[in-house]
């Protein structure tokens, strides 16, 4: 039952205190201090024969892992799309959609489809372009739900 409480606990406080700077793009100090104290706890603990050495290397390992995998994903969720590129690929379309207006084409109904299609192809790579670059906002996103829900059924 304890193993239920602090799971939940952690969950909630990644759910809680984690997402929401994330999403903001700053920083997260509350988690690292939580983060620390878990890895602090294992790293205090003092085995005590070889049973216990061996599991309690078996531990640092996986704190040295998890330890890794949070900085990484820390540091892929603080990437943004540099402003210069976002505007660099809005004028590429632009132009894009600008000069086909100049094409010529034989058929007017053609023209219309063509530009109708061109248009709409740009809008969504542009949406899914900037839709995805923050993983925390958007209408593909990271959502804190689901851990909501497994905080409930967990307690």
Do not use: C
Not at 99 to 119: C, E, K, Y
Not at 132 to 140: C, I, K, R, V, Y
Request: no cysteine; glycine share 4%; hydrophobic share 50%.
């Amino acid at each position: 039952m304890h193993r239920k409480n602090l799971e939940g606990e952690q969950i909630t406080n990644m759910v809680d205190l984690l997402v929401p700077p994330l999403s903001r793009g700053e920083g997260t100090e509350t988690t690292d201090r939580l983060f620390s104290a878990v890895v602090t706890s294992v790293i205090e603990v003092k085995p005590e024969g070889d049973p216990e050495r061996a599991v309690y290397e078996r531990l640092l390992g996986i704190a040295n892992l998890a330890s890794a995998h949070r900085d990484e994903r820390l540091a892929i969720s603080a990437k943004r799309m540099p402003k210069t590129l976002l505007l660099f690929v809005t004028m590429t379309a632009t132009m894009i959609l600008f000069l086909l207006l100049f094409f010529p084409f034989h058929n007017l109904a053609l023209g219309i489809v063509s530009m109708a299609i061109a248009t709409l192809l740009l809008f969504f790579a542009h949406f899914v372009l900037t839709d995805l670059d923050n993983p925390f906002e958007g209408t593909w996103n990271v959502r804190s739900e689901p851990f909501s829900d497994l905080v409930t059924r967990i307690r």
